[in-house]
């Protein structure tokens, strides 16, 4: 999971593991917490596609 810059640090994109547009400011989560959050909208890297790994495409 990808969060942004600051107070809060909202969630702004998931990644799949070893993803190479993650940046620092990424943690690892579980499968059941990736699909929760691109449930709720946040969106999935367009590069790993973790939504197809996952298949939620």
Known sequence: MERG??????PVRVHAGGCWD??????AISNDEARR?????VP???H???DAALGLE
């Open 37 to 41: 959050a691109l449930a709720e909208g």
């Open 48 to 50: 790993c596609r973790p």
């Open 22 to 27: 993650s940046r620092k400011r990424c943690t």
């Open 5 to 10: 810059i600051g107070v809060g640090r909202l």
């Open 44 to 46: 999935a890297c367009p």
